[in-house]
């Protein structure tokens, strides 16, 4: 009888399913290296695919914005990293003090840029979290009693009552 061998050709990669390589992907992704169309597109479906595996059930209009809108703040946040990033290796080769001033306004502008998108990125992700929150509703019954509920007319037939006149 032959014995079974493992193929070297064959990795455990193969036999995973979408899913798990997807959530794999998905939580190795850290961003994009480059800065193109491409590398964008790439951006766009994992950043879409990770925010919408965070709402349970079909996303309302909002939530669909809220992604969008973080989506977009993101890559705008990668951007100007990327061009600070460039504008730092000029900073370093420029000679002329002149050039240097001008480029390390250009740095400023984008660090100051970038600050800015992630401070709106903090805000848009509360508001994400506040449109994902899911409604809790207690179980009939199990809720916290509250204050006994009067109607009007009862209020007003124990006035007597209070005021200490048999009426």
Not at 129 to 135: D, E, G, L, Q, V
Not at 137 to 146: D, H, I, N, V, Y
Not at 149 to 155: I, K, Y
Request: proline letters at 6%.
């Amino acid at each position: 009888m032959s014995e079974l061998r493992a193929d070297p050709r064959v990795s455990s990669a193969d036999f995973e399913s979408s899913a798990a390589r997807r959530r794999r992907t998905l939580a190795t992704y850290t961003g994009p290296r480059k800065v193109g169309p491409d590398s964008r597109r790439e951006f766009i479906r994992f950043r879409r695919a990770g925010y919408l595996a965070r709402i349970s059930g079909e996303p309302t209009n909002r939530q669909r914005l809220l992604v969008d809108q973080l989506i977009d703040n993101e890559w705008e946040t990668h951007l100007c990293d990327h061009r600070a990033a460039l504008a730092m290796a000029k900073l370093a080769a420029a000679e002329d003090p002149a050039a240097k001033r001008e480029v390390n306004k250009d740095v400023k502008f984008e660090r100051t840029m970038a600050e800015r998108y992630r401070h709106m990125r903090l805000l848009l992700e509360r508001d994400f979290a506040a449109a994902t929150k899911r409604p809790t509703a207690l179980p009939a019954g199990k809720g916290k009693p509250g204050p006994v509920q009067t109607t009007l007319e009862e209020q007003l037939a124990l006035l007597p009552q209070r005021d200490g006149s048999g009426e």
